[in-house]
């Protein structure tokens, strides 16, 4: 019986559009941001943070680095910028064993049939014939 072996497993579903749930909720918050910011400042700031905020929400949704997007990437550059990066080696007694070499009986030790020793093997003459078949 034969069973069907998922392939996109990586695939994100698209919500809102066509856009997933994180790349909607990127450009919700830049658009939430500025709209605060029209009611707050002066309209030629407004228009700087806007460009400014569409510009890394495109770049936050959309870019991808090495196949892995880019708010993963920035994820992991703060965690291990974070984290410490001094590994102290600390040796932990351990009990010293022996082990000592049993000698083997001469009794129980029957005595083997000879190795036997295998033809030739058949894959160099199966690769030359799959090489040479024209079909």
Known sequence: MRFTVP?????????????????FVFFFLAGAVCFILYFIVPFSIFLIACIVLGVGAIVLAFLRIGG???PTILGNFFKFSISP??????????????????????EEVEEELP?????????KK???QIEIKTK
């Open 126 to 128: 199966l690769r030359t």
């Open 85 to 106: 990066k001094i590994f102290i080696w600390r040796k932990v007694e351990a009990p010293i064993m022996i082990f000592k070499k049993e000698e083997i009986k001469k």
């Open 7 to 23: 392939q996109f497993i990586e695939y994100e579903v698209k919500i809102v559009g066509p856009l997933t749930f994180k790349q």
């Open 68 to 70: 892995r997007p880019l």
């Open 115 to 123: 190795l036997k020793i295998a033809e030739k093997s058949q894959l």
